[in-house]
């Protein structure tokens, strides 16, 4: 069984080993919050600024991903509807595929720790059949994994187009700092979304921006 004490903490410690845990945990969750909440003002301000509807949408999970989906489709100044449906789309199938994952995972662990026991109790060995009931739930969330690589490709190339649009002349250094670290993409789209956006043709008058 995991013991503290037996990794060599010693027992007066615990509390503050586990204290700092908590604290690193809660710090890297407020620091999620506040990034999700500077993207969403970013994402707010440049579709408010190309007459783009559903800006509010940028505030909420799940339907964030039609905001910035748009926000990238209009972004070289031409209407379309392929990333706001390919990013809600792999969005809404990752986090199903994952739940359900997550879901059998749990249960497969149950079954496994069972399985062990009962094993155990008849003095056996035990062996790779015990946590077979592992596999399906395994295979389930690495296919989610892969789902959710195949959204942030498609995320980033939504990414380029944006910064190609209000920032050109720093798009590949934004997009490259952005991929090797992503928690700054949040940050520069809030610094970036009062830019004026730049098109290099004149359909801007003809893209139909609220739809």
Known sequence: MFSLVKMG?????IKTVVSLCFIMVALLVLIAFVLRIIKALGVYEM????????????FFPIFSSVAFGKLG??????????????L???????LG???VGLFSFFLGT????????????????ITKDVASALVLPTVILCISAA??????????IALWRIFSAFVPGFAVAYIILSVILPFLAPVFIFLIRK?????????????????
């Open 9 to 13: 903490v010693d027992p007066s410690q």
């Open 47 to 58: 579709t408010k600024t190309l007459g783009i509807k559903s800006k509010w949408f940028a």
């Open 73 to 86: 489709d209009c972004a070289k100044g031409r209407a379309i509807t392929f990333f706001r449906k390919i």
């Open 88 to 94: 809600l789309i792999l969005n809404l199938l990752y």
């Open 97 to 99: 595929i994952f739940i």
């Open 110 to 125: 149950v079954d496994t720790v069972f399985a062990a026991d009962k094993v155990l109790y008849k003095e056996l060995e």
């Open 147 to 156: 789902v959710y690589l195949i959204y942030r490709i498609f995320y980033y």
């Open 195 to 211: 830019n004026k956006p730049f098109f290099r043709n004149n359909y801007q008058s003809n893209m139909g921006l609220g739809e």
